[in-house]
């Protein structure tokens, strides 16, 4: 996009009759495009180290964070590489609901197609699926910053039939949501555990209005002190 700009700049710079403007313009812009380089260069080292030869931290293909889970890998388009909490501090447990099957939601996530995924899927009968490691960023929350500051839990079921979050799903994510905050020592409350209607700038609606908050978060700190 920058390469485009300054194309574009350097044309009109030649033949218009705002000629000095038109330069003025390409050299603000050049220098413009230039820190904004230097800009994203640096950030761009500070959260690659990783791809520094000999730094990357191990990793072993189906690994797990939380040992209750079985490994389903996403499809990598759907996530990016990181080494998070050493580059993005993990703050934010977002919850969603899948508006299908738990079967339907693996599907999506393997696709890479889909542009979405999160890191964890609960069934109705309390199994969890792992599908992108907590040290990457997963595309769950629609939003750059809350991604890379979250891990992503989705439910099966759908926002406006309550019978689907049963005592089995809200059981076995409040275990999963207890230990990631447990990692990265992230308070058990409603700031720090969200739905995805939360995020910032959002239009989804989930977990909905059927999702019982008291009863997760009270789950979740019982499976935090056990
Ligand atoms: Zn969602």
Redesign the pocket.
């Known amino acids: 996009m920058g390469t485009k700009k300054t194309a574009g700049a350097g044309r009109s710079a030649g033949t218009g009759p705002e000629h000095g403007v038109s330069r003025r313009g390409l050299l603000i812009g050049a220098a413009v495009t230039a820190v904004g380089t230097a800009a994203l260069a640096r950030e761009k080292l500070e959260h690659a180290w990783w791809r520094l030869p000999g730094v990357e931290k191990p990793r072993k293909p189906g690994e797990l964070d939380y040992a209750r889970a079985q490994w389903t890998a996403a499809s990598p388009a759907n996530w990016r590489r990181a080494d998070r909490p050493a580059d993005y501090a993990i703050d934010r447990v ?5 508006q299908g099957s738990f079967r339907g939601a693996v599907r999506v996530f393997q696709d890479p197609g889909h542009g979405a995924a ?1 890191h964890y899927v609960v069934r109705k009968d309390g199994h969890v699926t792992q599908m992108i490691r907590e040290l990457d960023v997963a595309f ?3 939003n750059k910053s809350y991604n890379e500051r979250s891990v ?1 839990i ?1 439910h099966e079921g759908f926002v406006d039939r309550p019978k689907d979050f049963t005592a089995a799903m809200y059981e076995a994510s409040a275990r999963l949501s207890a230990a990631i905050c447990g990692r990265y020592r992230i308070p058990v409350d409603r700031t720090h555990i969200i ?3 939360e995020v910032p700038g ?1 239009d ?1 609606t ?2 909905g209005p059927h999702w019982d908050w008291d009863r997760y978060i009270e789950l979740v700190r019982a499976a935090g002190a056990r």
Do not use: R, S
């Not at 977002?94 to 899948?98: D, P």
């Open positions: 977002v919850i969603h609901v899948t999160a769950h929350a629609g992503g989705e739905g995805h209607v959002t989804h989930d977990p």
